[in-house]
Nanobody, 124 residues
Framework: QVQPVESGGGLVQAGGSLRLSCATS????????MAWFRQVPGKEREFVGA????????RYGSSLEGRFTISRDNAKNTVYLQMDNLTPEDTAIYYC?????????????????WGQGTQVTVSS
């Protein structure tokens, strides 16, 4: 089992950058595909991106690739979300999720472990 814990959220101006971290407990971190989702109050949770346990390039949600970059550091049991050129539409609670030996799926129901979330607010 793993327990993701997000950090790094905050207030940033439009056009700015922010780097979120997801520290994940457990010695089996390298066997887990890690993903980021985001949610605005009153709306469905949205897929941001994911990086496979196998490594390689990540998968990103529509319109996000190019601004957002997911990476992982297996030595630190941590996955990152680098967010650049932020807009007010990026304002949301960002969640980290994990699934063991899984593909980089975009569906929330396929992930077994979730963090509490971290708030990102982008001002105009």
């Amino acid at each position: 089992q793993v327990q993701p814990v997000e950090s790094g959220g905050g207030l940033v101006q439009a056009g700015g950058s922010l780097r979120l971290s997801c520290a994940t407990s457990g010695s089996s971190f390298i066997t887990y595909t890690m993903a980021w989702f985001r949610q605005v109050p009153g709306k469905e949770r949205e897929f941001v991106g994911a990086v496979s346990w196998r490594g390689g390039s990540g998968r990103y949600g529509s319109s996000l690739e190019g601004r957002f970059t997911i990476s992982r550091d297996n030595a630190k049991n941590t996955v990152y979300l680098q967010m650049d050129n932020l807009t007010p539409e990026d304002t949301a609670i960002y969640y980290c999720a994990a699934r063991q030996f899984g593909s980089t799926a975009a569906s929330t129901q396929l992930y077994d472990y979730w963090g509490q979330g971290t708030q990102v607010t982008v001002s105009s």
